[in-house]
C-alpha cells in the first residue's frame, strides 16, 4: 500500500540557514511526488512535483527537492531560510486511482 | 487565477445538527476532494468525485455523506454532526486524464462541534 512518512513533526531553524525536510514514501510503481506547504490559517500551496527525467526538481519561493529512488526518499531543501517560510510542509503521493496520500506534516518555525 | 472556494472559514454547530460545508471551483475541474485534516493525523480523504453525481469513499468516510449535483459544486454533509467530527476541512481540485495533476485547495473550513 502507498504511504507517506514525514519523520520531523517539528523543526526550527533560524533565519537565514539551511533547510532539509525528510520524505520517505511506500509505493511500489514510479512515484508521483509532490510538496505542498500550508500557511496558518491558509489552504495548501503546491511548492514543486515529481514525475521523471531529473531528479532535482526546482520549486516555487527558492525550494528544491531530490529524488533519491534507492532511499525511497523525497527531501526538501532550501540553502537560505526566510521568516515567511514559518509554516506547515507536506509530502504526498499519488497513488492507484489517482488518490494522494499526504503525510503528516512537518511544522517549521524560524527564528528571527 | 485559479481558485477553490469553501462557503464557511468558521463554523460552529452543535451535536445532532445537520452540517453542510460548500466547495465551489472554477477551473471546470472534473476531480473533486474533501479532506479532513487533524494534528499529527496530517490530511485523510473523506471523499472524492471523479464527475457529476458520482463519488467514491475515501479512508474516512463514516459519518459523512457528499453531494455533486453541479460540476463546479461538491458539498460535504454531516448528517448528524458528533464532538470528534471537530475539525479542519479542506477541499480540492483538480483535472482529470492523467496521474500527476496537482490538486488545487480551499482555504478550508474550521468546524466545531459542541
Known amino acids: 500500500a502507498q504511504s507517506v512518512t514525514q519523520p520531523d513533526i517539528h523543526i526550527t531553524v533560524s533565519e537565514g540557514a539551511s533547510l532539509e525536510l525528510r520524505c520517505n514514501y511506500s509505493?511500489?510503481?514510479?512515484?508521483?511526488l509532490f510538496w505542498y506547504v500550508q500557511s496558518p490559517g491558509q489552504g495548501l500551496q503546491l511548492l514543486l512535483k515529481?514525475?521523471?527525467?531529473?531528479?532535482l526538481v526546482q520549486g516555487i519561493k527558492g525550494f528544491e527537492a531530490e529524488f533519491k529512488r534507492s532511499q525511497s526518499s523525497f527531501n526538501l531543501r532550501k540553502p537560505s531560510v526566510h521568516w515567511s517560510d514559518a509554516a506547515e510542509y507536506f509530502c504526498a503521493v499519488v497513488g492507484r486511482g489517482n488518490q494522494f496520500y499526504f503525510g503528516t506534516g512537518t511544522s517549521l518555525t524560524v527564528i528571527p | 487565477d485559479v481558485k477553490v472556494t469553501q462557503s464557511s472559514r468558521y463554523l460552529v454547530k452543535r451535536t445532532g445538527e445537520k452540517v453542510f460545508l460548500e466547495c465551489v471551483q472554477d477551473?471546470?475541474?472534473?476531480?473533486m476532494f474533501w479532506y479532513r485534516q487533524d494534528p499529527g493525523l496530517g490530511l485523510r480523504l473523506i471523499y472524492f468525485?471523479?464527475?457529476?453525481?458520482?463519488?467514491e469513499k475515501g479512508d474516512i468516510p463514516e459519518g459523512y455523506s457528499v453531494s455533486r449535483e453541479k460540476k463546479e459544486r461538491f458539498s460535504l454533509i454531516l448528517e448528524s454532526a458528533s464532538t470528534n467530527q471537530t475539525s479542519m476541512y479542506l477541499c480540492?481540485?483538480?483535472?482529470?486524464?492523467?496521474?500527476?495533476?496537482?490538486?488545487?485547495f480551499g482555504p478550508g473550513t474550521r468546524l466545531t462541534v459542541l
Open positions: 515529481y514525475f521523471s527525467g531529473d531528479t
Open positions: 468525485s471523479y464527475d457529476v453525481k458520482m463519488k
Open positions: 477551473m471546470d475541474h472534473e476531480n
Open positions: 480540492a481540485s483538480s483535472s482529470t486524464g492523467v496521474a500527476y495533476n496537482e490538486q488545487f
Open positions: 509505493y511500489g510503481a514510479t512515484p508521483y
